[in-house]
């Protein structure tokens, strides 16, 4: 009874057993480890490994409630994932469990059953060198239990995340997970880290992530990022390590999305793979039976290396957005039907017998003959390169042409980028706000006029509170009567600002934020309202000089491969991707 009780804890459903065997085959030196499950591990899990093994002799203890052999250093100083000696007993007892064992050197294997508690007698059995575990009717002697558990694919799909989790944290050790619940899965022993993290979190992740390497007073996060473009709609593809034990640590997951805030919408969810080393005596694993939460001496220094760490590796990235933009880019052009075939009378035929037009065309517009094409391209007049040795420096190229009134289109050292003008200008508006709030001090511009905006009274009322904060940003603003508010200066660097919508926007964030905390620290809500609304509407023609100076500056901005919504600012397509979609390569 006891044991049944210890196992409501430890055993919570299919996916803790497989939890605790792999982690027994990791202490036990395995190099290998097969896992299988059948009914999503309700009617089967056997895990494999061909590690150290156990003594005959050892099997009855083994299977005993707090019966370990992973102590010796104390609870101070653990190095192993197990500890507790609670595993193999609380299973015993609310399943049929066998533990198969050949020592490595021994010539034979034996083999103890326990059956809803009640433990056999060591039997030999013929086996290679390692463990073998088998649990069979999990929950069968406790039908209670049985009735929580989920549909048999849930089950399964949990089983398959805790064995990724597992095998991203050791990627030396080959795992392989088969079953009737799945196709087989295979996780070759990986070379590094970095191959591991490729099998598993993707290599397309790899390609768009970036290294994170940070340390404060002895506690070090590595690890991979993603980059904001590359976010997802849940939070599955996060995962924590402490001492290369994965947790699910309401702490660290709050810390990675602190530090993407202002990166991406809040209903979008960073992808990351990050590691926390830390001295065994700075970290309590011991919180849980299954020990997914954990608690640090110092969680506030754990929280700023985390935050901190992650932002300074996001800053040092500068421009970049997601690389495999302009693959899916690619691909976007290579999936488009053939163009229909033309015949070859009627108007397109001049088309066709125009004369080719020299690249000087460029110069006299209306003389080419795709001058009155019913394209919205501003051609850039003079298409100078960009000189020698600057494009290096200059990732983003030389603007050619601005399109459809909101794409630039600019030329690099080997292809080509599309910037969404809107996006990118919208960035940089916040990254300016937010410089200058950091400096205390937002220029601000005069209004000729107050412009007095008519709004209901509670929205009045919210604005004349905050008018003091709001004047941090730059926003200097009184009510005007109970139904309306004076506007009297705005952000200088808001250009062409509809200061009526403006305010209205502001008011409804109001209006949703927490009364009681500065605006301050809402930052990026309000920062963003403001920068939507200054930043270049699509639809205004940018001159030349305009657009080589967004470009230029997202160079040199950090974060501005995204806007504040976490969509890329641009995409590049390489000269290579282009060959390829004419048949060049
Ligand atoms: P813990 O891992 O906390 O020690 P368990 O109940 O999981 O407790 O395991 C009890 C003991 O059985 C372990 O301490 C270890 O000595 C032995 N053991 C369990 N699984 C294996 C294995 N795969 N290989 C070798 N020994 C094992
Ligand atoms: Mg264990």
């Not at 210890?6 to 792999?22: D, I, Q, T, W, Y």
């Not at 899990?45 to 250093?73: F, M, N, Q, Y």
């Not at 508010?485 to 305010?503: F, I, Q, Y």
Request: net charge negative; proline share 6%.
């Amino acid at each position: 009874m006891i044991n049944r009780i210890a196992a409501g804890e430890v055993v919570e459903r299919p996916a803790s057993v497989v939890k605790e065997l792999v982690e027994n085959a990791i202490d036990a030196g395995a190099m290998r480890i097969e896992i299988a499950t059948a009914g999503g591990g309700m009617s089967l899990i056997r895990v494999t490994d061909d590690g150290i093994g156990l003594d005959p002799d050892d099997l009855p203890l083994a299977v005993e409630r707090h019966c370990t052999s992973k102590l010796d250093r104390g609870l101070d100083a653990i190095g192993t994932l197990g500890f507790r000696g609670e595993a193999l007993a609380s299973i015993g007892s609310v399943a049929r469990l066998t533990l198969s064992s050949r020592r490595r050197g021994a010539d034979e294997g034996w083999s103890i059953a326990v059956d809803g508690g009640r433990v056999g007698a060591p039997r030999p059995v013929a086996m290679s060198e390692g463990t073998r575990v088998e649990v069979t009717d999990l929950f069968f002697a406790t039908p209670a239990r049985l009735k929580f558990m989920k549909s048999e694919r849930a089950e399964a799909a949990a089983v398959a995340d805790i064995v990724r989790r597992l095998a991203l944290a050791h990627p030396g050790i080959r795992f392989s997970l088969a079953g009737s619940d799945r196709a087989l899965t295979d996780f070759e022993a990986a070379n590094d880290l970095w191959d591991r993290i490729a099998q598993i979190v993707g290599a397309d992740f790899r390609a768009n992530a970036i290294e994170v390497d940070a340390i404060r007073e002895n506690v070090r996060l590595t690890g991979l990022a993603g980059l904001p473009t590359f976010n997802r709609g849940n939070a599955l593809q996060q995962y924590f390590f402490v001492n290369e034990r994965p947790v699910r640590d309401k702490q660290l997951l709050g810390a990675l999305r602190a530090a993407y805030a202002d990166l991406m919408y809040r209903d979008r969810y960073p992808v990351a793979v990050l590691f926390i080393d830390l001295a065994p005596h700075l970290v309590d694993v011991n919180v849980h039976p299954t020990k997914a939460e954990i608690r640090f001496r110092d969680a506030g220094l754990v929280r700023g290396l985390v935050v901190g760490g992650l932002k300074e590796a996001l800053a040092s990235a500068g421009h970049r957005a997601t690389a495999t933009g302009g693959t899916a880019m690619s691909s976007a052009f290579a999936r488009r039907p053939p163009l229909p075939v033309i015949s070859h009378t009627g108007p397109r035929q001049d088309f066709y017998a125009a004369p080719l037009v020299p690249p000087q065309g460029f110069a006299e517009p209306e003389q080419a003959a795709f001058a009155d094409m019913p394209m919205s391209a501003d051609i850039r007049p003079t298409a100078e390169p960009l000189p020698e040795g600057d494009a290096a420096a200059h990732p983003l190229g030389a603007a050619r042409a601005q399109v459809h009134a909101n794409y630039i289109i600019a030329q690099t050292a080997d292809g080509i980028v599309v910037v969404d003008q809107h996006a990118a200008h919208e960035r940089l508006v916040y990254e300016r706000l937010k410089a200058g709030l950091a400096s205390r001090d937002v220029p601000r511009q005069m209004l000729l006029v107050p412009e007095v905006v008519d709004l209901p009274e509670d929205d009045v009322a919210r604005l004349d509170e905050r008018a003091e904060e709001l004047t941090e940003f730059g926003l200097v603003l009184e009510a005007f009567g109970p139904g309306a508010v004076a506007v009297r200066e705005v952000p200088a660097m808001l250009k062409g600002l509809d200061v009526g919508a403006l305010v209205r926007d502001l008011a409804g964030e109001l209006a949703e934020m927490d009364a009681t905390t500065l605006l301050r620290s809402q930052l990026d809500r309000v920062a963003g309202t403001m920068a939507c609304h200054g930043s270049v509407r699509s639809g205004r023609r940018l001159r030349p000089e305009e657009m080589d100076a967004l470009l230029r500056e997202m160079e040199r901005v950090p974060h501005s491969g995204q806007c504040i919504h976490g969509r890329p600012t641009y995409i590049e397509l390489k000269l290579a991707d282009i060959e390829r979609l004419f048949g060049r390569r």
